[in-house]
């Protein structure tokens, strides 16, 4: 698949953020299912103790997602085109890793993220560095 885009880096910024509002619509919708709020009270959800490293590592989550609108839209071509093709693969990790067992509406979620991920990297990949427009040539 080939992408001609006239400006990458405003593409890859709102490609992340469309992921980060996929996570947060996931979220308010796990609010919907019967006893999420119970849960979340006790402390534990599906079984598993919510620990201060266990929120470290969901805000990490949201966080580098959160960091690539900017990064994408400020780092210079060749840092910004590698951040992006190595944090793409990372991400996917995460959202995959958090859903092991997942239900309908989290594989839904978890789908539309994987392919707006799956965009950004071949976004990225395929992000020719810009023709120098500084040089004399004669």
């Known amino acids: 698949m080939t992408y001609n885009i006239a400006n990458p880096r405003i593409l890859l910024s709102v490609l992340w953020i469309f992921i980060i509002l996929n996570f947060f619509a996931r979220d308010i919708h796990e609010l919907i299912r019967p006893g999420m709020l119970e849960q979340m009270m006790s402390g534990t959800i599906d079984g598993v103790v919510v620990t201060e490293v266990l929120m470290l590592l969901g805000w990490l989550m949201i966080e580098i997602p959160i960091l690539m609108t900017i990064l994408a839209l400020l780092l210079p071509h060749g840092i910004?085109?590698?951040?992006?093709?190595?944090?793409g693969p990372l991400t996917m990790t995460m959202i995959v890793t958090m859903?092991?067992?997942p239900d309908l509406d989290n594989v839904f979620f978890m789908g539309i993220q994987l392919i707006a991920l799956i965009a950004i990297i071949g976004i990225a990949w395929q992000w020719q560095a810009p023709e120098r427009t500084d040089v004399i040539t004669s």
């Open 80 to 87: 910004n085109r590698k951040a992006n093709i190595v944090v």
């Open 99 to 101: 859903n092991l067992k």
